[in-house]
T-cell receptor
Framework: DGGITQSPKYLFRKEGQNVTLSCEQN?????MYWYRQDPGQGLRLIYY???????QKGDIAEGYSVSREKKESFPLTVTSAQKNPTAFYLC????????????FGDGTRLSIL | KNEVEQSPQNLTAQEGEFITINCSYS?????LHWLQQHPGGGIVSLFM???GKKKHGRLIATINIQEKHSSLHITASHPRDSAVYIC???????????FGTGTSLTVIP
């Protein structure tokens, strides 16, 4: 079945450590997105990519980095510069076209040890 | 300031009731997206619309572009409809989406 796979489901980070969240899609979608969800707030955009080897910062990119070396993969690294990384992270993808909806993964919950 | 406002924030209904969730936005959009988030966190797309009305089963979504307002209706509500319903808008200036904070719905048997 086609879909978006995020891993791991739960992740723990020590102070000063970088961690990478995986996002893979087999939907052949061009665009991919990373969002952060905090209690009581709407999803906020971290980074998005419309094509391979290209990505743009969203509203809260500081302390995060991404790569898009393959169409199906869009990993997110939470660096030690991100001082408040505890959150629920969602990856999404969508095909080209203004009327096309986003498809979401099941999310990764990141916590600080 | 949030570009997308949803109401109510929380909603409790008896099984069988007709439910309405509202979404207002303040920016120019090319489309509006209704999403459902289950307790485990996964998000499912319900509707994407840019005008008029769409229906799928017991769910109906409407949008009024002039008034910058959309509603999601659930007819004959059921406990399995309990979830967080999220409104998101796609700006007409790019590929970004802005999200409301969600409406938490609980349907009691």
């Amino acid at each position: 079945d086609g879909g978006i796979t995020q891993s791991p489901k739960y992740l723990f980070r020590k102070e000063g450590q970088n961690v990478t969240l995986s996002c893979e899609q087999n939907l052949n979608h061009d665009a991919m997105y990373w969002y952060r969800q905090d209690p009581g707030q709407g999803l906020r955009l971290i980074y998005y990519s419309q094509i391979v080897n290209d990505f743009q910062k969203g509203d809260i990119a500081e302390g995060y980095s991404v790569s898009r070396e393959k169409k199906e993969s869009f990993p997110l690294t939470v660096t030690s510069a991100q001082k408040n990384p505890t959150a629920f992270y969602l990856c999404a993808s969508r095909p080209q076209g203004a009327s096309q909806p986003q498809h979401f993964g099941d999310g990764t919950r990141l916590s600080i040890l | 300031k949030n570009e997308v406002e949803q109401s109510p924030q929380n909603l409790t209904a008896q099984e069988g009731e007709f439910i309405t969730i509202n979404c207002s936005y303040s920016v120019g959009i090319s489309a509006l997206h209704w999403l459902q988030q289950h307790p485990g966190g996964g998000i499912v797309s319900l509707f994407m619309l840019s005008s008029g009305k769409k229906k799928h089963g017991r769910l109906i979504a409407t949008i009024n572009i002039q008034e910058k307002h959309s509603s999601l209706h659930i007819t004959a509500s059921h406990p399995r409809d309990s979830a967080v319903y999220i409104c998101a808008v796609r700006l007409n200036t790019g590929n970004q989406f802005y999200f409301g904070t969600g409406t938490s719905l609980t349907v009691i048997p």
